[in-house]
């Protein structure tokens, strides 16, 4: 059962930008880690970790991404955001925000199971 909320995604033309957000209607997302993964169209496509903010504050990228978006979270630790700016039609995907509220990530992962929230994801579709 979905327990965050994402929002933002869209239809861009290469180049373009989106901001996706992420809230929970019921907690506060602080002191947990928080992560965005994508998941591509087609069979056999696992979700992959695009960023993440450690359990210090920093952001952490997967190299197709560096440069290009920017994980933030609010100051009242309530919305996660990933802005996405200079998009690619490689970038197109299911879009999750993730939360690790029990510390399995060991304060930041790329991987899906240390993840124990997620959201229904927001469709981006960049087109050429």
């Known amino acids: 059962q979905a327990q965050l909320k994402e929002s933002g995604g869209g239809s861009v033309e290469a180049g373009g930008s989106l901001m996706l957000s992420c809230t929970d209607p019921?907690?506060?997302?602080?002191?947990?880690?928080m992560a965005w993964f994508r998941q591509a169209p087609g069979p056999g496509r696992e979700p992959e970790g695009v960023?993440?903010?450690?359990?210090?504050?920093?952001?952490n990228y997967v190299d197709s991404v560096k440069g290009r978006f920017t994980i933030s979270q609010d100051g009242d630790k309530d919305t996660v955001y990933l802005q996405m700016n200079n998009l690619k039609p490689d970038d197109t995907a299911m879009y999750y925000c993730?939360?690790?509220?029990?510390?399995?990530?060991?304060?930041?992962?790329?991987?899906?199971?240390?993840?124990?929230?997620w959201g229904q994801g927001t469709q981006v579709v960049v087109t050429s």
């Open positions: 993730a939360a690790d509220s029990f510390g399995l990530s060991g304060g930041g992962s790329w991987s899906k199971e240390d993840y124990n929230m």
């Open positions: 019921q907690y506060i997302l602080d002191g947990f880690t």
């Open positions: 960023a993440y903010i450690d359990s210090e504050g920093r952001p």
